[in-house]
């Protein structure tokens, strides 16, 4: 592509400016400052998050070793090895969290991913309207998750919720449900809000999927005799595959993430039920102010991230798309 | 071929055939459905902000809202005195806290990260397939496993309880995002525009400053949309590095309202819509070109 490009040779008019930067440098120079932007605020937290996880943290002390750069005292906390990730594995509150995290994540992976592919599917046919409903698909997302838990509070509470009002209006219910004194119903009520949050994104992504599927070959399979069923199965599944596990990857990590829905809605109850990893981990830190073991328990969650999108990689992109 | 038909109802992506009228009645059913669960929540908080709380607790439930009011706004407001005006007081200097954030951190974002996905999706050079797969892997990285840092970090540099702290913080999920999205679009740009401005006499620097960002208006309203709404409905960054009251966010104030027993859930209903009302605006004004670049960066990603 850049060999046809004319060299300043055969073009005469050409001014040639003081200094000219090869393509390389000039890439360099315009890379730069994101680059070092973003070592400054990821590269380097993140380091010394991992550094504090190995160390005695302690917020109160003011004194003890430090470095000290332009009059700022960055404390240096004693190196303690292992001693916080073992304290964390040897809490049961861990493993509890780190099972309930992974009831999460499958049940709002599958939920988030049926749920955004159906809507799509519904979104895709021909309809009156289906532009301000592509639209309406942006409200969800476009909250904020603060928002989102305060409005099915409003929709789900035992008092004044919408639910139990209208189910008694209809009479299809006679006490009200309360769906947070549970902790298995509050935790699968956190994966359907976080759904509602989330999904419509995958739908988006799924319609962009579809729509760049020719014409052509669903009038070829209708020909060929094949109903909605099997042109699905056989025409529009195949063609989402990479969409399919771009979602799955997002809906997993996203999943593990999932802190400010919790903050809102159970604070981690009845009784630490909804307790995830991504929540001890905040509780430890920032309500304990244990950033010790708060850390670890973090890394812990984003080594958990970074595997499974490691597998997820290896078993579907590697065996089914080759040239992806 | 008939019988299968009524059995089972057909709808298909294309409309050269007619649709039988069982499965036009499924189909507009299922987009009844779904415009409920996608907009019926919203809606209710907005019932709910213009309504009375005593009649959100009437059961059964009646169907239209008995009573509109606009009390529960001028509480909000400061217009009008109530128990918890203390709360209230805070939810509009908050929402400016917000704004001055989130309008800093996007054009941060805009300048920043813009000239660097120019240099990737144009250029060649050392270390580019490593900086993308770290971008790559940024994207990944929980952006909670670095507020312990930023935390001890802020205090050293007198940071904690400003607004500049969370700007900071802020770019460290804003900043991967924004250049993958621009990287995208660039790639859809193409690549002689840049190159017959190189011929006419332009320096590189003014080929991507006056020829290539005047034609790039949809990527930098995706991208700077995007990072403006991450940035206004973001909490716990904001929740735990600005304590201090009146250094915080709006969503970290929502709920603390949310937690007090005192205040009513309709005048929290009224909070959180206008708090959401922006966002949502802004979304709803930049959907097409939202949606073409997410789905680019994403999907490319």
């Known amino acids: ?324 | 071929m008939a019988t299968t038909a009524a059995a089972r109802p057909r709808y298909r992506g294309g409309s050269y055939k007619a649709r039988s009228t069982t499965s036009r009645a499924l189909l507009y059913g299922l987009v009844f459905v779904v415009a409920l669960w996608l907009i019926g929540p919203f809606i209710w908080l907005f019932v709910t902000s213009v309504s009375y709380q005593r009649n959100l607790l009437a059961r059964p439930l009646p169907f239209v809202p008995p009573e509109i009011t606009l009390q529960n706004y001028r509480m909000i407001l400061g217009l009008v005195r109530f128990h918890a005006e203390g709360q209230a007081a805070k939810i509009l200097p908050s929402m400016l806290n917000t704004l001055i954030v989130a309008s800093v951190v996007t054009f941060v974002n805009l300048v920043v990260g813009t000239t660097a996905g120019y240099a990737y999706a144009r250029f060649r050079f050392p270390l580019k397939t490593f900086s993308l797969f770290a971008l790559l892997f940024t994207r990944m990285l929980p952006t909670i496993v670095l507020i312990p840092a930023f935390f001890v970090m802020f205090r050293a540099l007198g940071l904690q309880n400003t607004l500049a702290g969370l700007v900071v913080a802020y770019c460290s999920f804003t900043l991967p995002f924004t250049v993958w999205i621009m990287k995208a679009y660039f790639e859809t740009v193409p690549a002689d525009l840049d190159k017959s401005a190189l011929v006419d006499g332009c320096n590189r620097f003014q080929a991507y400053y006056r020829i290539v960002l005047p034609v790039s208006g949809p990527g930098l309203v995706a991208g700077g949309a995007f990072t403006f709404m991450l940035c206004w409905n973001e909490f716990v960054v904001a929740q735990v590095l600005n304590t201090k009251p009146g250094t915080t966010t709006l969503p970290p104030v929502i709920a603390a309202m949310n937690g007090q027993v005192n205040v009513d859930y309709s005048v929290i209903a009224a909070s959180g819509f206008l708090g959401a009302l922006p966002a949502v605006l802004l979304v709803l004004m930049f959907q097409k070109y939202m949606v073409q670049g997410l789905t680019a960066g994403s999907v490319k990603g």
């Open chain 1, 1 to 324: 592509m850049s060999l046809e490009i004319p060299t300043p040779l055969t073009v005469p008019r050409l001014r040639l400016r003081a200094v000219r930067l090869s393509e390389a440098s000039f890439a360099r120079l315009l890379v730069a400052p994101a680059v070092l932007a973003i070592v400054a605020v990821v590269a380097v937290p993140l380091a010394y998050s991992l550094w504090l996880s190995f160390t005695d943290v302690n917020l109160l002390r003011t004194n003890g070793a430090a470095i000290e750069l332009f009059g700022m005292r960055l404390p240096l906390y004693r190196w303690v090895g292992l001693k916080n990730y073992l304290q964390v594995f040897s809490d049961p509150l861990y493993w509890d969290s780190l099972w309930r995290t992974l009831y999460f994540v499958g049940a709002f992976v599958i939920e988030a991913t049926l749920v955004g592919l159906g809507v799509a599917l519904v979104l895709n046919e021909r309809f009156p309207g289906r532009p301000l409903m592509r639209s309406l698909l942006l409200v969800p997302w476009s909250l904020s998750r603060i928002v989102v838990g305060l409005l099915w509070i409003g929709i789900l509470d035992f008092e004044f919720g919408a639910f139990n009002g209208y189910m008694q209006r209809l009479g299809l219910l006679t006490g009200s449900i309360a769906f947070f004194k549970d902790g298995f119903s509050a935790l699968n009520v956190l994966v359907s809000v976080y759904t509602w949050n989330q999904a419509p994104f995958a739908t988006l992504l799924f319609l962009a999927g579809m729509q760049s599927i020719s014409e052509d070959l669903y009038a070829a399979a209708e020909v060929d005799g094949a109903g909605y069923w099997q042109r699905f199965r056989y025409v529009t599944l195949p063609a989402l595959r990479p969409i399919l596990f771009l979602v799955l990857v997002l809906c997993t990590v996203n999943a593990f993430l999932m802190l400010d829905l919790i903050y809102i809605l159970t604070m981690g109850g009845p009784a630490n039920e909804t307790t995830t990893i991504s929540w001890l981990g905040f509780q430890t830190s920032f309500a304990f102010f244990k950033f010790g073991p708060g850390t670890a328990i973090l890394y812990t969650l984003t080594g958990l991230c970074l595997l499974v999108t490691f597998i997820y990689h290896r078993l579907i992109l590697a065996r089914f798309e080759p040239e992806g």
